[in-house]
């Protein structure tokens, strides 16, 4: 079966942008998670969806923000992008709370010049 | 505050032998832990994951240790591979009714032929 597809697999934008990052989970998951992963600071916790409810999130400021919608697909948006939002973004799927881990998409390579 | 700690950001092997990666955790709420792989400019890939009711949990090459007392896990892989080369995330979560795993900054494994 498809795995969990992000769009798109690279993308550069200027400071002071908005940027908007797709995820279509794996057929029948539910649960949808984002993480951001920089040099050093491993995977940090965006958010995390469930049925278009924003179920958990991380700390992170409220410009970076995200939905999902009624066939799980999700967003998540940046706005008023920084250079230290350079980062791979990366979402994940899963079954909903069967504690068998997640499946990662090949991430969002963002970079802010 | 770091509640998952890879202390070793690197381990170099040789081929055939073991390779042991380690990971601290300083919640006692975390009840499940994981660990994933991941390749350059790919996502994430789930390896093994250990609930807090065992202390050891075997797939192949793949052994991960948990002694709740110290806090602390370990990955075994014997015998180690060239292909094993990557970096490996510890993750943990707890029963808090969501998907959300806190990850450790990973450790880059080198098995050299």
């Known amino acids: 079966k498809a795995g969990v597809t992000q769009t798109p697999r690279y993308l550069i934008k200027t400071r002071g942008q908005q940027v908007t990052l797709s995820c279509s989970p794996i057929s029948g998951h539910r649960s949808v998670s984002w993480y951001q992963q920089t040099p050093g600071q491993g995977l940090q916790f965006l958010f995390e969806y469930f049925s278009e409810t924003q179920r958990n999130k991380g700390n992170f400021p409220g410009r970076f923000s995200g939905r999902q919608f009624s066939n799980s697909r999700s967003e998540m948006n940046v706005s008023t992008l920084e250079l230290g939002d350079s980062a791979l973004y990366l979402c994940?799927?899963?079954?909903?709370?069967?504690?068998?881990?997640?499946?990662f998409g090949s991430g969002t390579r963002l970079t802010v010049v | 505050d770091q509640q998952v700690k890879q202390n070793s950001p690197s381990l170099s092997v040789q081929e055939g032998r073991i390779s042991i990666l380690n990971c601290d955790y300083t919640?006692?709420?975390?009840?499940?832990f994981l660990w994933y792989k991941k390749y350059p400019a790919e996502g994430p890939t789930f390896l093994i994951s250990i609930s807090s009711i065992k202390d050891k949990n075997e797939d192949g090459r793949f052994t991960v240790f948990l002694n709740k007392s110290a806090k602390h896990l370990s990955l075994h892989i014997v015998p180690s591979q060239p292909g094993d080369s990557a970096v490996y995330f510890c993750a943990a979560s707890d029963q808090g009714g969501s998907e959300k795993l806190v990850f450790g900054k990973g450790t880059k494994l080198t098995v050299n032929p």
């Open positions: 994940a799927s899963s079954l909903d709370l069967e504690r068998a881990g997640y499946t």
């Open positions: 919640n006692s709420m975390f009840d499940y």
